[in-house]
């Protein structure tokens, strides 16, 4: 009778095992195949009271060991990118490391310029705000604003063009702070041209303070030759690059 009974464990133990590691089986299956095997341990005691309480033991074993095969199962789904979102909810499988990212799997972009948050240098642009790749606002050409040659001494032509946006400035946006910046073109040495670009910015500055606008809130600065968006080469590219930008600093 002992001998009978250790069998039974052996068997018991064996099927539990093979619950827990079979992932194809179903939770109704081992919770089956727990009562049949309960069963028949109980058969091996004299009297119905014993298959009963086999039954129900080995059940509850055999669904309990497959419940906890499944969890199992679940908690072990990959995460490729290693971003706290699984790889069958990540659209964007690839994420860098550290790097912040939404439900979705992907990096964030808190301003909602376009430019990822990783990537954007300029993480607080306005709403609604053109930017270029790295996220700033996109400078604004002053098409017509020009000087005399070889001077930073504006034309009548840029007291124009000036005027209207010193007024709405001062009018409508006092609280927004400017950046005004100059550029050249190469002819000429490169210190020269970098003196001749501060020189050009800090005179349409001293322009638009003069027609109501508050110093504090306008920036001047010169970047030379060194942002040519032009062919130096040509006349027609030279023109270009001989500019003045607005942007908001």
Known sequence: MIYKKLS???AAIILMSGCATVETESWQNCAIGGALLGGAAGGFV????????GSVVGGTAGGFLCDTATLEKAGVEPD???DGVVDSRDECPDTLPNVAVGKSG???DSDNDGVEDDKDQCPDSAAGAVVNELGCVKAWVLEGVNFHTDSA??????KAILFPIATAHHEHHADVDL???GHTDSQGSIAYNQVLSQKRAEAVVAFMVENGCEAAKLTATGSGESQAIADNGTKEGRAKNRRVELSVK
């Open 8 to 10: 039974v464990v052996v």
């Open 46 to 53: 004299e009297g119905a009271g014993e298959i009963a309480v």
């Open 80 to 82: 490729t990118d290693s």
């Open 106 to 108: 992907c990096t964030l």
């Open 153 to 158: 001494d504006l034309t009548e032509v840029a």
């Open 179 to 181: 950046l005004i910046n």
